[in-house]
């Protein structure tokens, strides 16, 4: 899971929790969001599925295994995350 904040955004550095092998792929992906002016996008990966939501100050990168019964309950609890006042948000 990537947490990262506009600064970090600019800097290129993110808190990552996982597998490294996805931390590259989940940072372009947040970079097609912004490309495509989005506040969310979800991509497909083979098996996988990318969700990458954010705001102006934090994003949030999380890699499914398509079809798991945990997605649905960790994309809406990424859409809470993402309708909190920005100090509300817990730092990871």
């Known amino acids: 899971m990537l947490d990262q904040t506009a600064e970090q955004s600019q800097a290129g550095d993110a808190a990552w929790v996982g597998e490294e092998r996805w ?3 989940v ?3 947040v970079k097609l969001r912004q ?3 989005e506040s969310a996008v979800r991509i497909l990966v083979g098996e996988h599925a990318i969700l990458v ?3 102006e100050k934090h994003v949030v990168g999380v890699v499914f295994i398509k079809g798991h019964p945990v ?3 960790v994309v809406r609890m990424v ?5 909190l006042p920005a100090n509300a948000i817990p730092a990871l």
Do not use: F, H, W
């Open 79 to 83: 859409r809470q995350l993402m309708r």
């Open 35 to 37: 490309v495509a002016g």
């Open 53 to 55: 939501a954010g705001d």
């Open 71 to 73: 997605v649905k309950s």
């Open 27 to 29: 940072l372009e992906a």
């Open 23 to 25: 931390k590259p792929i």
